[in-house]
């Protein structure tokens, strides 16, 4: 199923993806698959949370800890991923914010780009952690919606 994408939002996925060496068509893709567009979009991941936050932290979490376990705005950027790559703000909350998420969530995906060595299926898998298999043919899937 093809979502459309808000013109505005879609513009500046394009740019940020831009700013950061990324083909604009494969930032779109992977925003189609994580939120659909929905720039309020929030998810825990419970398997996130017990592989790398509770080992850290056996006793009940703070609202930090488990921000850290739950995936946020366009890109579905991992609060603990945006912390490793630098982002400070108050609250992972601001992750939301279109512009915000995007920078980096581009950011973190140019750097699992380059880790993968160029390979997109690779870096695609890096970008959703190796949880699902199918997951690099899902958002291939949605390029063509973008070029």
Known sequence: MNIQAPP????????????????????????????GWNTWAVRFE??????????????????????????????QVMGKTAREHGFSEHFLNALCDP?????????????????AGGELERALLLWNGGMNVDYPGEVIARIPHYI
């Open 46 to 75: 419970p398997e996130f949370e017990r592989r790398y936050i509770h080992p850290a932290h056996p006793t009940a979490p703070s609202t930090e800890e488990l921000c850290l376990a739950m995936s946020w705005g366009l890109m």
């Open 8 to 35: 505005s939002l879609l513009s500046l996925a394009r740019t940020t993806a831009e700013t950061h060496g990324l083909a604009p068509s494969i930032v779109c893709a992977i925003i189609e698959q994580e939120s």
């Open 99 to 115: 512009q915000v998420g995007l920078s980096v969530g581009c950011a973190v995906f140019a750097a699992k780009f380059t880790k």
